[in-house]
């Protein structure tokens, strides 16, 4: 079961910004952890988006950025695009549990 | 280029075993943290094991002690053994390579589907 909590779906027009937070607890992104975002487009696997926190893989647009503050963590697309309409997975580590690497409950971004 | 290709997949019934193969390029399993991932229909994304490039192996509660990670040096491969299967794993089974922390690679997946 998904130990970070995510809100199930978040919107907007092309062009807005929209936020995705990712909620975790003591043993995990309060510890210390980094957290890592993953894009999965309909139909397809999940690629990485973020990760550490904010930093980006080669490819992956400057339109996307991600923040960590105590046990939370958010991630931003501004500008968005049609092609943003996905899924999108925060994950980190966990130490308290035997379940090392933990995802959050995923939320659908739909571009109106 | 790195590349992830999963095989193995299919219809099992309940109790039975299936082997899930990972067939790698661009990179050296051995020299890798390689995990496999699973996503039930229509849901979100658990980690199921890891095999660091020391050879250690873990697993997650729900596969602990019915799964087993391996590989294979000389065919660059990864493996999942899944036994005494349920219809609770079933799920797409993603390899995926990364660090310690995270995932950067993953495969197209392959579908387990548990039911008599």
């Known amino acids: 079961q998904s130990v970070l909590t995510q809100p199930p779906s978040v919107s907007g027009a092309p062009g807005q910004r929209v936020t995705i937070s990712c909620t975790g607890s003591s043993s995990n992104i309060g510890a210390g952890y980094d957290v890592h975002w993953y894009q999965q487009l309909p139909g397809t696997a999940p690629k990485l988006l973020i990760y550490d926190n904010n930093n980006r893989p080669s490819g992956v647009p400057d339109r996307f950025s991600g923040s960590k503050s105590g046990t939370s963590a958010s991630l931003a697309i501004t500008g968005l695009q049609a092609e943003d309409e996905a899924d999108y997975y925060c994950?980190?580590?966990?130490?308290?549990?035997?379940?090392?690497?933990?995802f959050g409950t995923g939320t659908k971004v739909t571009v109106l | 280029e790195v590349q992830l290709v999963e095989s193995g997949g299919g219809l099992i019934q309940p109790g039975g075993s299936l082997r899930l193969s990972c067939a790698a390029s661009?990179?050296?399993?051995?020299?890798?943290?390689m995990s496999w991932v699973r996503q039930a229909p229509g849901k979100g994304l658990e980690w199921v094991s890891v095999?660091?490039?020391?050879?250690?192996?873990y697993y997650a509660d729900s596969v602990k002690g019915r799964f087993a990670i391996s590989r294979d040096n000389s065919k660059n491969t990864l493996y999942l053994q899944m036994n005494s299967l349920r219809a609770e794993d079933t799920a797409v089974y993603y390899c995926?390579?990364?660090?310690?922390?995270?995932?950067?690679?993953w495969g197209q997946g392959t579908l387990v589907t548990v039911s008599s």
């Open positions: 661009g990179f050296t399993v051995s020299s890798n943290y």
């Open positions: 095999i660091y490039s020391t050879g250690n192996t």
């Open positions: 995926a390579r990364g660090t310690v922390y995270f995932f950067d690679y």
């Open positions: 994950q980190s580590y966990d130490s308290g549990l035997s379940a090392y690497y933990v």
